[in-house]
């Protein structure tokens, strides 16, 4: 079965600290996809980004950037010059396929409670 | 704004009572998912409807049921309902339905059940 390990329940910075939230992933499938979604505080959950098994490069948008790593499983999320809108419960997630690959379903990590204080 | 939309937001019933959520998906997007995030189990996947058809389900309790209608809305039936079904339910749509072609997934903002 899959899984998604978030082991950082919750960190505090300071504003324009930088931070990276780790996840760990286990599958036997040779192709996957993983994402990151935030939850502010307001409850919807807002995609950020999708990352494919075969591609490994890192991937850098605005002050996030990510760092895929197929050798020891990880996916991690680094925010840079963190900012108090930050602030959110951060998931990150594995897609797995239904019977024939008909389907698709994601297993989501316990997520990161990320505040940042001014 | 994800562009999905769900209905009721907030809802209060009893237990033993039955709940229908709305969802309707991204324009152009023809699969929706429904998960559930309660306090003890996190965010699980419950269903997937494509185009009118199921294509996965995750742990979904038999008393919970749904459908996708030929507009491409879908609703998530709850019946006979306990306290620990208390929890925020999100629905997702993507525009492809199969793995592989699912391409990225949009939540809506959630109906909150709450089970008195």
């Known amino acids: 079965a899959q899984k998604v390990t978030q082991a950082q329940t919750e960190i505090s910075v300071v504003e324009k600290e930088d931070v990276t939230l780790d996840c760990v992933y286990e599958?036997?499938?040779?192709?996957?996809?993983l994402f990151w979604y935030k939850q502010p505080p307001s409850g919807e959950l807002v995609f950020l980004i999708r990352r494919n098994s075969f591609d490994e490069q890192n991937e850098i948008s605005g002050r996030y950037s990510w760092n895929f790593q197929k050798s020891t499983s990880s996916f991690n999320f680094t925010i840079t010059a963190s900012q108090v809108v930050d602030s959110a419960v951060y998931f990150c997630a594995l897609s797995e396929p239904s019977y024939n690959n008909a389907g698709n379903m994601l297993t989501f990590g316990g997520g990161t409670r990320l505040m940042v204080k001014p | 704004d994800s562009g999905v939309t769900q209905t009721p937001k907030h809802l209060i019933t009893a237990t033993g009572q039955r709940v229908t959520l709305r969802c309707s998906p991204r324009?152009?997007?023809?699969?929706v998912y429904w998960y559930q995030q309660s306090l003890d189990q996190g965010l699980q996947f419950l269903i997937q409807y494509y185009n009118g058809e199921e294509r996965a389900k995750g742990n979904i309790l038999e008393r919970f049921s749904a459908q996708q209608f030929p507009d491409l809305h879908s609703e998530l039936n709850l019946s006979s309902l306990e306290l620990g079904d208390s929890a925020l339910y999100f629905c997702?749509?993507?525009?492809?339905?199969?793995?592989?072609?699912?391409?990225?997934?949009?939540f809506g903002e959630g109906s909150r059940l709450t089970v008195l």
């Open positions: 997702a749509s993507s525009q492809g339905g199969g793995f592989g072609n699912t391409g990225e997934l949009f």
């Open positions: 599958t036997r499938d040779t192709t996957y996809y």
């Open positions: 324009s152009g997007d023809l699969s």
